[in-house]
Protein backbone atom coordinates (compact mmCIF):
# COMPACT_ATOMS: atom_id res chain seq x y z
CA UNK A 1 0.00 0.00 0.00
CA UNK A 2 1.35 3.43 -1.07
CA UNK A 3 2.00 6.22 1.74
CA UNK A 4 0.33 9.47 1.25
CA UNK A 5 2.70 11.95 2.73
CA UNK A 6 1.10 15.51 3.55
CA UNK A 7 2.69 18.32 0.83
CA UNK A 8 2.93 21.94 1.98
CA UNK A 9 3.87 24.29 -0.86
CA UNK A 10 6.09 27.18 -0.67
CA UNK A 11 4.44 30.38 0.48
CA UNK A 12 4.23 32.92 -1.26
CA UNK A 13 2.35 36.40 -0.99
CA UNK A 14 -0.03 36.69 -3.66
CA UNK A 15 -0.20 39.71 -6.05
CA UNK A 16 3.05 40.57 -5.48
CA UNK A 17 6.54 40.82 -6.88
CA UNK A 18 9.70 40.01 -5.03
CA UNK A 19 12.54 37.37 -4.72
CA UNK A 20 11.99 35.14 -2.21
CA UNK A 21 15.76 34.54 -0.61
CA UNK A 22 19.34 35.50 -0.92
CA UNK A 23 20.55 32.56 -2.42
CA UNK A 24 24.55 33.38 -2.34
CA UNK A 25 27.69 35.71 -2.36
CA UNK A 26 30.72 35.75 -3.57
CA UNK A 27 33.92 37.32 -2.45
CA UNK A 28 37.71 37.16 -3.68
CA UNK A 29 40.35 36.63 -0.96
CA UNK A 30 43.93 37.01 -1.78
CA UNK A 31 44.99 33.01 -1.10
CA UNK A 32 42.70 30.18 -0.62
CA UNK A 33 44.35 27.78 1.90
CA UNK A 34 43.76 30.55 4.48
CA UNK A 35 39.81 30.73 3.87
CA UNK A 36 39.94 26.81 3.58
CA UNK A 37 41.51 26.59 6.87
CA UNK A 38 39.09 29.40 8.57
CA UNK A 39 35.89 28.31 7.17
CA UNK A 40 36.58 24.70 8.13
CA UNK A 41 37.33 25.69 11.45
CA UNK A 42 34.20 27.84 11.62
CA UNK A 43 32.38 24.67 11.09
CA UNK A 44 30.87 24.77 7.39
CA UNK A 45 31.31 21.91 4.86
CA UNK A 46 33.31 22.93 2.19
CA UNK A 47 32.64 22.15 -1.82
CA UNK A 48 35.93 22.21 -4.73
CA UNK A 49 34.67 23.80 -7.70
CA UNK A 50 37.44 23.66 -10.08
CA UNK A 51 39.54 27.09 -8.38
CA UNK A 52 36.68 27.83 -7.07
CA UNK A 53 35.58 27.03 -3.09
CA UNK A 54 31.62 26.57 -2.22
CA UNK A 55 30.50 27.11 1.11
CA UNK A 56 27.92 25.28 2.62
CA UNK A 57 26.62 23.61 5.94
CA UNK A 58 26.60 20.10 7.23
CA UNK A 59 23.21 18.31 5.74
CA UNK A 60 22.02 20.92 3.26
CA UNK A 61 23.54 20.38 -0.70
CA UNK A 62 23.27 24.28 -0.63
CA UNK A 63 25.78 26.56 -1.82
CA UNK A 64 25.49 30.13 0.10
CA UNK A 65 29.12 31.29 -0.70
CA UNK A 66 31.62 30.95 -3.51
CA UNK A 67 35.04 32.40 -2.72
CA UNK A 68 38.17 32.84 -5.76
CA UNK A 69 41.18 33.87 -5.48
CA UNK A 70 42.42 37.85 -5.96
CA UNK A 71 44.71 40.65 -5.09
CA UNK A 72 42.68 41.40 -1.73
CA UNK A 73 39.41 40.37 -0.24
CA UNK A 74 36.67 41.72 -2.27
CA UNK A 75 32.43 41.30 -2.66
CA UNK A 76 32.51 40.08 -6.61
CA UNK A 77 28.58 39.64 -5.99
CA UNK A 78 25.36 39.13 -4.22
CA UNK A 79 22.80 36.54 -6.08
CA UNK A 80 19.05 36.37 -5.16
CA UNK A 81 16.63 33.69 -5.93
CA UNK A 82 13.46 33.85 -7.52
CA UNK A 83 10.13 31.74 -8.40
CA UNK A 84 10.53 30.81 -11.83
CA UNK A 85 6.86 32.66 -12.91
CA UNK A 86 8.65 35.67 -10.94
CA UNK A 87 11.70 35.93 -13.25
CA UNK A 88 10.39 37.68 -16.76
CA UNK A 89 8.46 40.08 -14.45
CA UNK A 90 11.42 40.70 -12.40
CA UNK A 91 13.43 41.47 -15.24
CA UNK A 92 10.52 43.47 -16.89
CA UNK A 93 10.51 45.50 -13.46
CA UNK A 94 14.07 45.97 -13.16
CA UNK A 95 14.78 47.51 -16.47
CA UNK A 96 11.33 49.44 -16.34
CA UNK A 97 13.13 51.05 -13.68
CA UNK A 98 16.26 52.24 -16.13
CA UNK A 99 18.30 49.76 -14.47
CA UNK A 100 20.84 48.22 -17.13
CA UNK A 101 21.33 44.08 -17.73
CA UNK A 102 24.66 43.00 -17.79
CA UNK A 103 26.17 39.86 -18.71
CA UNK A 104 27.45 37.53 -15.98
CA UNK A 105 30.99 37.80 -15.13
CA UNK A 106 33.33 35.13 -17.26
CA UNK A 107 32.91 31.79 -15.97
CA UNK A 108 29.90 31.86 -14.48
CA UNK A 109 26.40 30.15 -15.72
CA UNK A 110 23.05 31.85 -14.98
CA UNK A 111 19.90 31.18 -15.67
CA UNK A 112 19.06 34.60 -14.54
CA UNK A 113 19.79 38.08 -14.94
CA UNK A 114 22.70 40.11 -14.01
CA UNK A 115 22.36 44.01 -12.98
CA UNK A 116 24.63 46.78 -10.93
CA UNK A 117 23.27 48.56 -7.58
CA UNK A 118 23.87 52.11 -7.14
CA UNK A 119 27.20 51.42 -5.56
CA UNK A 120 28.31 49.03 -8.38
CA UNK A 121 27.35 45.68 -6.20
CA UNK A 122 27.32 43.29 -9.16
CA UNK A 123 23.74 41.63 -8.20
CA UNK A 124 22.18 38.26 -10.17
CA UNK A 125 18.52 37.18 -9.85
CA UNK A 126 17.76 33.78 -10.73
CA UNK A 127 15.41 30.90 -10.21
CA UNK A 128 16.20 29.06 -7.42
CA UNK A 129 14.92 27.04 -4.62
CA UNK A 130 13.82 28.60 -0.88
CA UNK A 131 16.63 29.26 0.70
CA UNK A 132 15.02 31.60 3.15
CA UNK A 133 13.09 29.49 6.20
CA UNK A 134 9.71 29.37 5.46
CA UNK A 135 8.50 29.33 9.41
CA UNK A 136 10.96 30.43 12.41
CA UNK A 137 13.58 28.36 13.10
CA UNK A 138 13.55 25.97 16.31
CA UNK A 139 15.65 27.97 19.16
CA UNK A 140 16.57 25.54 22.35
CA UNK A 141 16.80 26.53 26.09
CA UNK A 142 16.95 23.37 27.34
CA UNK A 143 17.69 22.32 31.06
CA UNK A 144 17.51 19.14 32.72
CA UNK A 145 15.70 18.41 36.37
CA UNK A 146 17.58 18.46 39.28
CA UNK A 147 19.94 15.60 39.99
CA UNK A 148 21.04 15.70 36.58
CA UNK A 149 24.30 16.64 34.99
CA UNK A 150 23.57 19.05 32.13
CA UNK A 151 26.56 20.59 30.84
CA UNK A 152 28.98 17.95 28.60
CA UNK A 153 32.37 17.26 28.87
CA UNK A 154 34.21 19.48 27.25
CA UNK A 155 36.27 16.31 25.49
CA UNK A 156 32.97 15.13 24.56
CA UNK A 157 31.57 18.33 23.09
CA UNK A 158 30.45 18.19 19.53
CA UNK A 159 31.54 20.23 16.94
CA UNK A 160 29.41 23.21 16.16
CA UNK A 161 27.89 23.01 12.51
CA UNK A 162 25.79 25.77 11.82
CA UNK A 163 22.33 25.04 9.91
CA UNK A 164 22.11 27.76 7.06
CA UNK A 165 23.21 30.97 6.51
CA UNK A 166 21.22 33.61 7.78
CA UNK A 167 22.00 36.90 5.97
CA UNK A 168 25.04 38.91 5.12
CA UNK A 169 25.80 42.95 5.91
CA UNK A 170 26.78 44.78 3.27
CA UNK A 171 28.66 48.46 3.40
CA UNK A 172 27.15 51.33 1.10
CA UNK A 173 27.60 54.75 0.28
CA UNK A 174 23.90 55.63 0.60
CA UNK A 175 21.38 53.57 3.38
CA UNK A 176 18.45 55.10 2.25
CA UNK A 177 19.11 55.17 -1.71
CA UNK A 178 20.22 51.45 -1.00
CA UNK A 179 16.92 51.33 0.82
CA UNK A 180 14.72 52.04 -1.69
CA UNK A 181 16.34 50.71 -5.03
CA UNK A 182 16.14 46.88 -3.41
CA UNK A 183 12.52 47.96 -2.58
CA UNK A 184 11.34 49.11 -6.12
CA UNK A 185 13.86 46.51 -8.22
CA UNK A 186 13.50 43.56 -6.15
CA UNK A 187 10.51 43.84 -3.84
CA UNK A 188 12.89 43.46 -0.33
CA UNK A 189 10.81 45.51 2.22
CA UNK A 190 12.48 47.40 5.40
CA UNK A 191 12.59 45.98 8.46
CA UNK A 192 14.17 48.40 10.31
CA UNK A 193 16.76 51.29 10.23
CA UNK A 194 18.85 53.97 12.68
CA UNK A 195 18.84 56.92 10.68
CA UNK A 196 20.85 56.94 7.24
CA UNK A 197 23.58 54.61 8.90
CA UNK A 198 22.33 50.84 9.07
CA UNK A 199 19.14 49.42 7.81
CA UNK A 200 17.74 45.59 7.36
CA UNK A 201 15.55 44.51 4.45
CA UNK A 202 13.60 41.31 4.34
CA UNK A 203 12.16 39.09 1.90
CA UNK A 204 7.81 39.39 0.98
CA UNK A 205 7.72 35.44 0.75
CA UNK A 206 8.30 35.28 4.26
CA UNK A 207 11.90 35.48 5.83
CA UNK A 208 14.14 36.05 8.71
CA UNK A 209 14.02 39.97 9.92
CA UNK A 210 16.89 40.56 7.70
CA UNK A 211 17.73 38.53 4.43
CA UNK A 212 20.61 41.64 3.95
CA UNK A 213 21.47 44.26 5.73
CA UNK A 214 22.79 47.66 4.58
CA UNK A 215 25.60 50.13 6.54
CA UNK A 216 27.09 53.32 6.13
CA UNK A 217 30.86 53.36 4.12
CA UNK A 218 32.76 55.92 2.20
CA UNK A 219 32.66 52.79 -0.27
CA UNK A 220 30.60 49.37 -0.74
CA UNK A 221 32.02 46.31 0.77
CA UNK A 222 31.33 42.92 2.76
CA UNK A 223 30.78 43.46 6.34
CA UNK A 224 30.10 39.97 7.54
CA UNK A 225 28.11 36.60 6.76
CA UNK A 226 25.70 35.15 9.28
CA UNK A 227 25.51 31.76 10.05
CA UNK A 228 22.28 30.12 12.06
CA UNK A 229 22.46 27.54 14.81
CA UNK A 230 20.07 26.43 17.23
CA UNK A 231 20.78 27.92 20.60
CA UNK A 232 23.19 30.17 22.85
CA UNK A 233 25.38 26.81 24.09
CA UNK A 234 26.54 26.25 20.35
CA UNK A 235 27.26 29.82 19.93
CA UNK A 236 29.64 30.02 23.03
CA UNK A 237 31.32 26.80 21.95
CA UNK A 238 31.75 27.90 18.54
CA UNK A 239 33.40 30.98 19.73
CA UNK A 240 35.29 29.04 21.70
CA UNK A 241 36.76 26.08 19.04
CA UNK A 242 38.13 29.46 17.27
CA UNK A 243 39.95 31.45 19.58
CA UNK A 244 41.59 27.68 20.35
CA UNK A 245 42.26 27.29 16.42
CA UNK A 246 43.71 31.32 16.47
CA UNK A 247 40.41 33.18 15.82
CA UNK A 248 39.94 35.12 18.87
CA UNK A 249 39.26 38.86 18.09
CA UNK A 250 35.75 39.17 17.37
CA UNK A 251 32.76 40.69 19.35
CA UNK A 252 30.27 38.59 21.42
CA UNK A 253 28.63 37.02 23.34
CA UNK A 254 25.77 39.19 22.97
CA UNK A 255 22.05 39.82 21.75
CA UNK A 256 20.95 42.31 18.90
CA UNK A 257 18.12 44.67 19.39
CA UNK A 258 17.09 44.80 16.16
CA UNK A 259 16.49 41.15 14.53
CA UNK A 260 16.96 40.04 18.26
CA UNK A 261 19.16 37.49 17.73
CA UNK A 262 21.93 36.09 19.98
CA UNK A 263 25.61 36.61 18.47
CA UNK A 264 29.31 36.03 18.76
CA UNK A 265 31.53 37.62 15.55
CA UNK A 266 34.62 36.11 14.65
CA UNK A 267 36.93 38.27 12.30
CA UNK A 268 38.28 36.38 9.51
CA UNK A 269 41.93 37.14 8.33
CA UNK A 270 41.02 40.00 5.92
CA UNK A 271 39.08 42.23 8.47
CA UNK A 272 35.54 40.98 7.98
CA UNK A 273 33.30 38.69 9.93
CA UNK A 274 32.04 35.04 10.12
CA UNK A 275 28.78 35.66 12.72
CA UNK A 276 27.44 32.80 15.14
CA UNK A 277 23.78 33.61 14.99
CA UNK A 278 20.57 32.13 17.10
CA UNK A 279 16.73 32.78 17.59
CA UNK A 280 16.19 35.96 15.01
CA UNK A 281 12.93 37.36 14.60
CA UNK A 282 11.13 36.05 11.88
CA UNK A 283 8.42 37.89 9.40
CA UNK A 284 5.76 35.40 8.36
CA UNK A 285 4.80 35.81 4.34
CA UNK A 286 0.88 37.13 5.49
CA UNK A 287 3.28 39.65 8.14
CA UNK A 288 3.06 43.59 7.44
CA UNK A 289 6.02 44.08 9.42
CA UNK A 290 6.07 47.75 11.52
CA UNK A 291 9.35 48.89 10.07
CA UNK A 292 11.34 51.64 12.39
CA UNK A 293 13.59 54.36 12.28
CA UNK A 294 15.59 53.69 15.90
CA UNK A 295 17.99 55.97 17.96
CA UNK A 296 21.27 55.00 17.92
CA UNK A 297 21.58 53.20 21.46
CA UNK A 298 18.38 50.71 20.34
CA UNK A 299 20.62 50.01 16.78
CA UNK A 300 23.05 47.61 17.55
CA UNK A 301 22.74 46.10 21.45
CA UNK A 302 20.72 45.13 24.16
CA UNK A 303 23.51 43.67 26.09
CA UNK A 304 27.18 42.21 25.15
CA UNK A 305 30.69 43.50 25.27
CA UNK A 306 31.91 46.55 24.04
CA UNK A 307 31.94 46.82 20.16
CA UNK A 308 35.83 46.79 18.96
CA UNK A 309 36.98 49.80 17.49
CA UNK A 310 37.20 48.05 14.23
CA UNK A 311 34.21 46.52 14.43
CA UNK A 312 32.52 48.93 11.51
CA UNK A 313 36.08 49.13 9.46
CA UNK A 314 35.52 48.96 5.35
CA UNK A 315 38.80 47.79 4.68
CA UNK A 316 37.49 46.84 0.86
CA UNK A 317 37.61 50.68 0.58
CA UNK A 318 40.33 52.29 -1.47
CA UNK A 319 43.36 51.13 1.53
CA UNK A 320 46.69 50.13 0.88
CA UNK A 321 46.77 46.53 1.37
CA UNK A 322 50.33 46.79 3.41
CA UNK A 323 48.32 48.96 5.62
CA UNK A 324 44.98 46.66 5.97
CA UNK A 325 47.54 44.42 7.21
CA UNK A 326 49.24 46.66 9.56
CA UNK A 327 45.78 47.73 10.78
CA UNK A 328 44.22 43.42 11.56
CA UNK A 329 47.90 43.20 13.41
CA UNK A 330 46.94 46.00 15.81
CA UNK A 331 43.85 45.08 16.26
CA UNK A 332 44.72 41.72 17.22
Request: net charge negative; hydrophobic share 35%.
Amino acid sequence: MTMIRSFTPTPKRAGELGVHSLDHFSITVPKMSVAEEFYAAFGLDLKADGNRLGLATFGNGHRYGLLTEGPTKKLKYISFGAFEEDLEPLRRRVEAQGVRLLDPPPGFDSNGFWFSDPDGILVEVKVAEKSSPNQKMDFQMESVPGGVRGAPYRRLAEPVRPRRMAHILLFTTDVLRAIEFYGRTLGLRLSDRSGEGIAFLHGIHGSDHHMIALAKSSAPGFHHVSWDLSNIHEIGLGAMNMADKGYSAGWGLGRHVLGSNYFHYVRDPWGSYCEYSSDIDYIPVTCDWDAGDHPGEDSLYVWGPDVPKDFVVNYEADVPAEKVSAELVAAS
